[in-house]
């Protein structure tokens, strides 16, 4: 089970820091993230860390705003967002699987939770 939170209503520019909690035994929540489905589109990956927090791996669109971590060991996975923009707008859905971050942004992840709405206004 993933329990997101975090999301909200901001302006362009601003930033927002969406956690995610991970009920999940120790090898289904190896490598923890995020996807993001906007109004229209597919779902888009948008970061991931491993369960020691030294690897991460992000999407294209993110990469240099947005900042993916977790405590050593832990299950509770972080996005920081800076640098919003209206584009950025989008439910973000925390993810668990048991394969590498870089392996998460082509295959589709083991476990889903609810997503938390992210609305960012120009």
């Known amino acids: 089970q993933l329990q997101a939170s975090g999301g909200g209503l901001v302006q362009a520019g601003d930033s927002l820091r969406l956690s995610c909690t991970a009920s999940?035994?120790?090898?289904?929540?190896?490598?923890l993230g995020w996807f993001r489905q906007a109004p229209g589109k597919e779902r888009e990956f948008v970061a991931a860390v491993t369960l020691s927090g030294a690897s991460t791996h992000y999407g294209a669109a993110v990469k240099g705003r947005f900042t993916v971590s977790r405590e050593n060991g832990k299950n509770t996975v972080y996005l920081q967002t800076n640098g919003l923009k209206p584009e950025d707008t989008a439910v973000y859905y925390c993810?668990?699987?048991?394969?590498?971050?870089?392996?998460?942004?082509?295959?589709?992840?083991?476990?889903w939770g609810q997503g938390t709405q992210v609305t960012v206004s120009s």
């Open positions: 993810v668990a699987a048991t394969f590498t971050p870089q392996a998460l942004s082509v295959i589709r992840p083991s476990y």
């Open positions: 999940l035994r120790t090898f289904e929540r190896l490598t």
